[in-house]
């Protein structure tokens, strides 16, 4: 499982991403995906951190909301590029900037920017990170259908913007080395970085990425 070394790495650094994500969750992405994985009736369960991420989750702090599933299909979502932000995330006033965030870390990681990638992570997430994981972690990955679903607030007064996207892999890079097609819901814990944007920060270390095989 290729996809889970470069989550593991990101969420490593403090946690993270991470699907890239995903993750990590990233992994989230994706997305982040994160360190060590757990697979658990559909779940994945990201430990402490060790390497990359992305995304990429796990038991979100009490102030933040995890989704259960996807976003709602009505009333259809707004869009802000790619990404586009969900009936729970449209009335806070930084949605559009984290879903523009959220549009730079999906790209990057379906053109395999690893320079742009890199610079989306804090620095605890950078670490350990090489741009030869993430070639071998997202190198049959494609995220598409990213839908900024909600923002909250995490005790350490990260934003938490839960996503939810689809994954399209070559099946020995999937959670479970059987999915060519996967679902994920994950939270990206994002920072103020000193250039007045975000950076993706590491995730609590109970935090959970869930993933499904597509319908």
Known sequence: MRWWPVLIAVLTAAFVV??????????????????AAQSS??????????GQGGSALDSPPPSSTEPSGPAPSSPAPSSAGPVAIGPGASQDASAPAVA???????????????????S?????????????????GYRSTVDSAETLVSISTAANGDLVAAVTFTSHQDPADSPDQQQSCTDWTVSLFLRQGSGGGYLIDPPPSSYHASYQGCP
């Open 18 to 35: 991470g699907s890239g994500a995903a993750i990590i969750a990233l992994r989230v992405g994706h997305h982040p995906r994160t360190e």
């Open 100 to 118: 523009a965030f959220l549009d730079r870390y999906f790209t990057a990681i379906n053109s395999r920017d690893y320079q742009t990638y890199s």
């Open 120 to 136: 989306l992570l804090s620095p605890a997430l950078q670490q350990g990170q090489t741009e030869q994981q993430f070639a071998s």
């Open 41 to 50: 009736g559909g779940s994945t369960q990201l430990t402490s951190p060790s």
